[in-house]
Structure formats: C-alpha cells, structure tokens
C-alpha cells in the first residue's frame, strides 16, 4: 500500500488550497477544481462544499481515481469514503485552518451533515 511522506503531508497540509481531478472513463483527467482540504493522522482529506451533488464531487466517487495538486506536490490517486471516526477530528483541523475565512465558507465543509461528502485521498503506486 503507498503511503504518504511526511514531506507530502507537510506540503500539502501547509498549502491553503487543493486542485483536485477524476479521470474519465478514456483515462484522460477532468479539469481541475480548487478546494479546500485538510490533513489529519496521516491522512489526506477532502469534502465537497456544496453536498453530493457537486459535480467534482459526484464525478470523484464514480472514478475512484484522479490526481491532486497542492504545496508542489501532484500525484494520482484514489478516492475512498472515509470512516466515520474521523468526522470530530476532521471538523476541527478544518476549522483551525479556515475559520479566518468566517463562519460561512468554513461551515459548509463541516458539521453533521458533510460525513458523506468526505473522501480520503490515498496516493496511488
């Protein structure tokens, strides 16, 4: 299983944005869409602002598979439903980054309702 480096984590996790793709069904990537992300445990974290229906959203979990770029780091993925044990530990990592954005923007990636639009992204070998 392909992990992380620590270095990855640290530069992605330092980086105020996320650009985020799937790959069609050709292979070929989708354009890239910024978000925000956040890392915790090791882990990579994303979630779709604007529930399941948001296209890059929708079009990630269908493909399983696509590529991030953040902190001058790009790699090809995969993106998997995450666990619902780190909704609590992720809800706070998001606000200690973002909340000086206000309460707005930052609350659309957190609280009861986001767990099913939260996707761990695992770096592909």
């Known amino acids: 299983m392909v992990t992380w480096t620590d270095d990855e984590l640290r530069r992605i996790g330092g980086a105020d944005e996320l650009r985020v793709t799937s790959e069609r069904p050709d292979g ?9 992300h956040s ?13 399941p229906e948001n296209g890059w959203f ?9 590529r991030i770029s953040s902190g001058g780091v790009e790699k090809d993925v995969t993106f998997e439903l995450a666990d619902a ?11 200690q980054k973002y909340d000086r954005y ?9 609280g009861d309702d986001v767990l099913e639009t939260t996707l761990k992204v695992t770096p592909r070998g």
Request: charged content about 20%; aromatic content about 6%.
């Open 39 to 51: 890392t915790l445990g090791g882990e990579l974290y994303i979630r779709s602002a604007h529930g």
């Open 28 to 36: 070929s990537l989708r354009p890239f869409t910024t978000i925000w």
């Open 102 to 110: 206000g309460a707005g923007p930052v609350g659309a990636i957190t």
């Open 58 to 66: 929708r079009r990630a979990r269908q493909a399983g598979v696509g």
């Open 85 to 95: 044990g780190v909704r609590e530990a992720l809800d706070a990592a998001l606000h």
